[in-house]
């Protein structure tokens, strides 16, 4: 079986400065592998290369998505092909409705699957139910996306996203941090009803806490651009306890 | 019908962006080529005119031989041959139409095709339409339902006749003959455009609306519209504008005076899209357009709205002159000029009133190898006793061969009055593109809804009936500027 | 040209030179200028009227005004420029680093001035071919010294058309200042900054004029890559007074910082004109600009940004703000940007009004007399542009002579209230 996305010794520089030395992950489908390392460690670099923005280079190494390598793919293109990034910093769009910004992204993915775009009052009913799980209010839709939005709003918002493009390959870069115990539960919650045997997650975060609502069946330690050490979801402890200059000497 | 149908779909083949610049094949009566007191006389004899409007076209022809073009704009404007061109063209047709009915079903076609259905059964529900064809009115709708409150909505060449008090007390008042030269040019060679009274007390039951089309070759479109707006009356009035894709310059020189009096309001908004020129920067319209409305009243208020996405070259200020008390003016405008196209458009806010107020809001967006200037005046004169002004300029900058430009001119005359003025530049955000794009939305179409969304406190001025389609406009507007 | 404008007797000018030549054949073509002229519609020179004057062209004595003072409060060099013409005597003992040179037989200096003033400008015209005085001053190191400027001259009947260029080598650091306090006509300074890479300077002018005068400057500056320029400029004196001044950012990562206040009362026109080329990318510049007029004084800012094609990460902000204190004063802004990059960063934002009137009450309900009120708010309003400048004593002399204009015009700390 092919892994849904794999990361072949990739080497990622900002400039002159290299950033990704050499990480090496497989995603199957079905399980959920989480991220752990210290400020600065490259997590949100790699997020970015996967999901293919502008300004880094890709000095070495491949990516995968099914078995096919997406680095000559734009972002929009990696999008359509299921992979999501809910962003460590979500990006404010003046002006931008969130209903038609919504509506944009999901007959994106429709149009190029030869569907049909979704009609409006469908769209708004189909969005509100989902909404409502995510505790996200009809003024918060009618906002233009991001602006004003408290952080732990935009969160939410992320994992509304998530829910209504139903990608294969979701990556949740920090979606904890900012989140008050009440907020992390409601998050963790939308993750959780994702989780399905066809997709694969790869979360990232900072702390043990969320790793405590998601489950991860994989728990990877990130550390100066390398994948330090692998474990299943006792390593995520263990960071907790020792911090990741313990892993780092281990490794 | 069938020969305009097909020459719509092979020119939409053949062209794909401007879905307007179809040609309708259809006899017109023109005046001789060129411009002299005959070419005048002509115009005025084919209106019917009364002899005290020739004596104003002509004494405006003297006024426009002694005058110059303007050329502070940052525009570059190849000089216009005015002999080469024809000023009077009008479709032929019976002489006075009684009903709908008897227009030429050519053009009832052709309004159809642009999304201005004129007879009964399909017109818009709540917007009254005054049809321009090069130099005339060909239909006007719901005249009836207006008139039963009051309302005059009507071609100006006909109330020219029918209303003389009227049109000679306003005609000229805000915008004088001599005001500029492209003023002048158009009170002397005028032909259709429509006039509005509403009269006091009264609020107008629907959007009224004109749609300008240029169609003949080598034919300027000067129309002129008025628009009084008595005592306590409130008028909604927009304008759109499109014409066949041509590799010939057209002149269009219009000159638009609103006068509201106390209590009135004026709300004035124009979606334009004549004909831009091609991706090389050949063809299009001259779009040189004197607007101007007065506050005459205490508590008046004219808004400007514009969104300008079309012409070769734009050239134009919609300006308020507040004299009443506290009257208010606005103006919000999204400029986007792309390929090659110019366009100098911004506002005066000439402050004479206690207590006026005025708002600009401008949004410009420069694409391909364009320019795109912001010229606006702000003044407070020394009775303008605690005025305001606030005036937001923004321009965008999509790509790296375009010019964005904002040219604010304050002056204040009395220390009451106080002006805040601020302006940006910038490119779109890429942190905004990346975002789009990782949501699977393609580049353009992410483009077009962050250039929205910077445009959405003009756009949301707009009646509602046109600014769906305004929305669209600025996507196919902004088409090749990617990538 | 218009009748009525000064025409400066050229009948005794001796001009010499090609490039002087030229600037005399540009001055006959275009004079002052016409109405019409774009640049200078809020500036008419035709108030001016017809005056006699004549340029200036011998060493007069020098007249003590309070430049020498402030020169020896600085610790700095002071040069003295009497009715336009230089004072051989002052360009003895300048501080280490600094070489004088005569600009008015060096072709060479004479072409580089040409090039960083101005162009099209009737003082960068009229002021090279006639030169009262010329002086270049190169530059090296780190000059410990300050080096003043002082324009002064009580010849009601010349105009002073002196020209200095400074050349700081690569490196180079310096503080200098100009102070104009003269009675000429017409004082017309052509002045030219050219700053190598990495070069540094701290610049400040105060044009303190006498009441009849007309200072019309021209300056023209180049910073190279890296190089950095503060200035700073007070406009305080005169009849009629436009401080022009074009900067051309020539290498990345050069900074610019202008500021300016303008203070205006009687008829006195203050104008303020800048131009910022921003030739190349990943340069900075920042304008602060403030003004205040009572009386039926008028002041004008004009600031251009121009952001060349490919000058891309280019900062340009500027803020101008104007306070008036009567009804029968005016203020005229034209805070311009034009650009033809696409990844810039580029604002301006320009305020009109009076002084706040919640603040004033405030002030008043804690038992502050108004008048005192008045100049304390119009202190604060001044303040940030006059913190710009970090050159010691001076931003205490500069609050000084805010503090004066105040009280002249009645904003006193003594409680009287302003007419
Ligand atoms: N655009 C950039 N330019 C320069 N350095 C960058 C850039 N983006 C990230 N870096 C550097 O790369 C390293 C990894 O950053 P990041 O991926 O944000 O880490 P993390 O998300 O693990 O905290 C940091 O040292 C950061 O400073
Ligand atoms: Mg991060």
Redesign the interface.
């Known amino acids: 079986m092919t892994a849904l996305l794999e990361i072949r010794d990739l080497h990622a520089s900002v400039g002159d400065t290299p950033i990704l030395k050499g990480i090496n992950l497989t995603l199957n489908a079905g399980e959920v592998h989480a991220i752990m390392g210290p400020n600065g460690s490259g997590k949100s670099t790699m997020s970015y290369v996967l ?5 880094y280079e890709i000095t070495g190494g491949d990516v995968l998505i099914n078995g096919e390598s997406v680095l000559e793919l ?3 293109e990696r ?2 092909a299921g992979m ?2 809910a ?1 460590q910093y ?8 969130g209903m ?2 919504l509506r ?2 999901v007959n ?2 429709r149009v ?1 699957a030869g569907e049909e775009e979704v009609d409006q009052l469908a769209f708004v009913k189909m969005v509100r139910a989902k909404a409502g799980e995510l505790d996200i209010n009809d003024d918060m839709l009618k906002r ?1 996306v991001n602006v004003g939005f408290s952080g732990g709003e935009k969160k939410r918002y992320e994992i509304l ?1 998530m829910a209504l ?1 139903e990608p294969t390959i979701s990556i949740l870069d920090e979606t904890d941090s900012g989140l008050d115990v009440d907020a992390l539960k409601i998050v963790s919650d939308g993750v959780n009803m994702l989780r399905a045997p066809e997709r694969t997650m790869l979360v990232i975060t900072h702390y043990q806490r969320l790793l405590n609502h998601i489950v991860p069946d994989h728990v990877h330690i990130l550390a100066g651009g390398k994948i330090r050490k692998s474990g299943g979801k006792e390593l995520a402890l263990q960071v907790e306890e020792t911090g990741y200059a313990g892993i780092d000497d281990a490794a | 019908m069938a020969a305009t149908t097909q020459t719509i779909e092979q020119v939409e083949q053949a062209t794909g962006k401007y879905k307007y610049g179809f040609v309708t094949e259809i006899e017109s009566d023109k005046a001789p080529k060129g411009l002299n007191e005959d070419t005048i006389r002509f115009i005025s004899a084919k209106k019917d005119e009364p002899e005290w409007m020739l004596e104003w076209r002509l004494k405006a022809y003297a006024r426009w031989l002694t005058m110059t073009s303007p050329d ?1 704009a ?1 525009l570059d404007i190849p000089p216009i041959d005015y002999q080469d061109s024809y000023y009077y063209a009008a479709p032929k047709q019976a002489e006075k139409l009684a009903s709908l009915d008897e227009v030429d079903p050519e053009l009832l076609a052709t309004y159809e095709k642009l999304g201005i259905p004129l007879n009964e059964q399909k017109r818009l529900a709540n917007v009254a339409v005054d049809a321009v064809f090069d130099s005339v009115s060909v239909a006007t709708t719901f005249r009836e339902e207006l008139s039963k409150v009051g309302v005059i909505f009507c071609p100006i060449s006909e109330a020219i006749r029918d209303y003389p008090e009227l049109v000679k007390k306003y005609m000229g008042s805000v915008i004088p003959v001599g005001d500029n030269y492209f003023a002048a040019l158009n009170s002397a060679v005028f032909t259709d455009g429509s006039f509005v009274y509403i009269p006091k007390g009264v609020r107008c039951p629907m959007e009224l609306s004109t749609y300008f089309r240029i169609n003949e070759q080598n034919t300027g479109q000067f129309e002129r519209t008025l628009i009084i707006a008595e005592d306590e009356s409130y008028v909604s009035y927009l304008e759109g504008c499109t014409a066949p894709q041509r590799d010939e310059n057209q002149l269009h020189a219009a000159v638009v005076e609103l006068v509201a009096m106390q209590d009135a309001e004026i709300k004035y908004s124009t979606v334009q899209n004549w004909y831009p020129g091609d991706e090389n920067g050949k063809g299009g319209i001259y779009n040189f357009v004197t607007k101007r409305g007065v506050c005459r009243g205490a508590r008046s208020k004219i808004s400007w709205t514009q969104v300008e996405t079309g012409s070769a070259i734009t050239w134009k200020y919609p300006s308020c002159v507040l004299q009443g008390e506290e009257s208010v003016g606005e103006f919000y405008s999204v400029a986007l000029t792309n390929n090659y196209q110019q366009a100098d458009t911004g506002t005066k806010m000439i402050h004479i009133g206690a207590g006026s107020r005025s708002t600009i809001i401008s949004k410009g967006i420069s694409a391909g190898k364009s320019q795109n200037c912001y010229r606006g005046l702000v003044q ?1 004169q ?1 009775t303008a006793e605690n005025a305001r002004n606030f005036t937001q300029c923004d ?1 965008l ?31 779109i ?4 593109l ?10 353009e ?2 483009v077009s ?2 250039v ?6 003009v756009m949301k001025e707009l009646p509602m009936e046109f600014a769906v389609e305004a929305q669209k406009l600025i996507g196919i507007s902004l088409e090749g500027s990617v990538g | 040209m218009p009748a009525l404008m000064m025409q400066p007797d050229l009948s005794n000018v001796v001009v010499s030179g090609p490039v002087r030549t030229a600037a005399l054949t540009a001055w006959q073509q275009q004079g002052w200028p016409g109405p019409r002229v ?1 640049s200078w519609r809020f500036t008419k020179l035709d108030r001016l009227a017809a005056r006699e004057i004549t340029p200036a062209s011998s060493l007069s004595t020098a007249t003590a005004g309070d430049g020498l003072a402030m020169a020896a409060g600085m610790g700095a060099h002071a040069i003295q420029i009497v009715n336009g013409v230089i004072d051989p005597a002052s360009l003895e003992g300048l501080p280490a680093g600094v070489t004088a040179g005569n600009l008015s037989d060096d072709q060479g200096a004479q072409d580089a001035m040409m090039a960083l003033a101005p162009p099209n400008h009737p003082v960068s015209n009229l002021s090279m071919a006639v030169m009262s005085g010329g002086l270049v001053l190169d530059v090296v190191g780190e000059v410990a010294r300050p080096l003043m400027l002082i324009f002064e001259g009580d010849d009601a009947s010349l105009s002073a058309h002196p020209v200095v260029l400074i050349r700081l080598a690569p490196a180079a650091r310096m503080v200098m200042a100009e102070w104009h306090q003269s009675a000429v006509a017409l004082s017309a300074p052509l002045i030219g900054l050219d700053l190598a890479a990495k070069a540094s300077l701290d610049f400040v002018k105060i044009q303190s004029e006498g009441s009849t005068t007309s200072h019309l400057a021209a300056t023209g500056v180049s910073l190279a890559g890296e190089a950095r320029l503060t200035g700073f400029s007070l406009s305080v004196g005169g009849e009629m007074a436009r401080l022009e001044t074009h900067v051309t950012m020539a290498g990345e990562g050069a900074d610019c910082q202008l500021s300016a206040i303008y203070l205006g009362r009687g008829r006195q026109h203050h104008d303020i004109t800048t131009v910022l080329n921003h030739d190349i990318g990943h340069c900075t510049s920042d304008q602060v600009i403030r003004g205040v007029l009572d009386d039926r004084a008028r002041g004008v800012y004009q600031g251009k940004v121009r952001v060349a ?2 000058a ?1 990460k280019t900062d340009g902000q500027q803020m101008s703000r ?1 306070l ?31 002084l706040d009137a919640t603040q004033l009450f405030y002030l008043t309900s804690r038992g502050i007399p108004e008048a005192k009120a008045r100049a304390m708010l119009i202190e604060a309003f001044l303040i940030d542009a006059i913190d710009s400048v970090e050159i010691d004593n001076l931003a205490q002399i500069l609050r000084e002579t805010a503090t004066r204009w105040m009280a002249q015009t009645g904003l006193t700390t003594d409680g009287n209230q302003h007419g």
């Open positions: 999901a293919g923005r502008n300004g734009s972002p929009d999008a359509r999501f990034l962003f979500p990006v404010e769009l003046p002006g931008v409705g038609s910004f944009a992204a994106a993915r190029e233009a996203q493009l | 502070w940052k407070m020394p321009s900058l999509v790509g790296d061969r375009c010019g964005a430009h904002t040219v604010p001119y304050i002056v204040s005359r009395n220390p009451s009055a106080k002006i805040e003025h601020e302006a940006t530049t910038s490119r955000s890429e942190d905004q990346f975002y789009c794009l990782q949501r699977g939305i393609e580049e179409a992410a809804l962050i929205n969304g910077f445009c959405k406190e | 774009e094609e490919d891309q104007a008036l204190l009567s009804r029968k004063a005016e203020v005229d802004a034209k805070p311009e940007l034009e650009i033809y990059a696409d990844d810039v960063v580029c604002a301006h934002g320009a305020t009109v009004g009076e």
